[in-house]
């Protein structure tokens, strides 16, 4: 099974709108984090936003919020007021508690911003 | 200060030949990544290394793939017999310690292998 599920291949938003990228995961651990990473053309992946299971507030930073629905394990993200830079890949990830744990990613999804 | 550096940033090959990539971590930066990141998908893992060691290389694809990193910084990741589906880019990401889940991985720009 899947251990990260993003279902959206594409999305499209108009600059200065809010967009929600989906996220869905899959572990047993009671402990894990959920991260999201940004891939711009240029290629390189850039950390955007971390999210741990026991965290009770919905992580912050900046325009980035992220939607933690533990219960439905999904950690979606949220970006306000879309910006043309935004255009990219968006990656969610999951790093679990157990053993020599490394990052595990989902497939992505294409964000275009337009003007 | 600077980030997780990788050279070189592309490599064309032949089929058949050997390549090495290398990694520079952050400082400071006890654990050590490799993926790799075929065209439209995800980064695929595929070793982690705590300091000199490698703790976990179940995401090398086969015997072909080996890699190192002699004094628990830079690493070199090592590919034998080349072939085709060797292409990808390969990604290189550091953290502070690997057994807490709550460190973020930081990425380097990537090397981008064509094996011809």
């Known amino acids: 099974a899947q251990k990260i599920t993003q279902t959206q291949p594409g999305m499209f938003v108009q600059e200065k709108e809010a967009v929600t990228l989906d996220c869905t995961y899959d572990?047993?651990?009671?402990?894990?984090?959920l991260f999201w990473y940004k891939q711009p053309s240029s290629g390189e992946m850039i950390f955007l936003i971390y999210?741990?299971?026991?965290?009770?507030q919905n992580a912050t930073e900046g325009r980035y919020s992220l939607n933690f629905q533990k219960a439905r394990k999904s950690a979606n993200l949220v970006i306000s007021a879309s910006q043309l830079g935004d255009s990219a890949m968006y990656f969610c990830?999951?790093?679990?508690?157990?053993?020599?744990?490394?990052?595990?990613f989902g497939k992505g999804t294409m964000l275009l911003v337009s003007p | 200060g600077a980030g997780v550096s990788q050279t070189p940033s592309n490599k064309v090959t032949e089929k058949g030949k050997y390549v090495e990539l290398r990694c520079d971590p952050i400082s400071g930066h006890t654990a050590l990544y490799w993926y790799r990141q075929s065209l439209g998908q995800g980064p695929e893992f595929l070793i982690y290394?705590?300091?000199?060691?490698?703790?976990?290389d179940s995401g090398l694809p086969n015997d072909r793939f080996f890699a190192v990193r002699p004094e628990g910084s830079v690493s070199t990741l090592k590919i034998q017999r080349t072939e085709r589906g060797d292409s990808a880019v390969y990604l290189c990401?550091?953290?502070?310690?690997?057994?807490?889940?709550?460190?973020?991985?930081?990425f380097g720009n990537g090397t981008r292998l064509t094996v011809t």
């Open positions: 572990t047993s651990d009671q402990s894990y984090g």
């Open positions: 290394f705590q300091g000199t060691g490698a703790a976990d």
């Open positions: 990830a999951m790093r679990e508690n157990s053993g020599y744990s490394t990052l595990t």
């Open positions: 999210q741990g299971s026991y965290d009770e």
């Open positions: 990401a550091s953290s502070l310690g690997s057994r807490s889940y709550n460190s973020p991985l930081h």
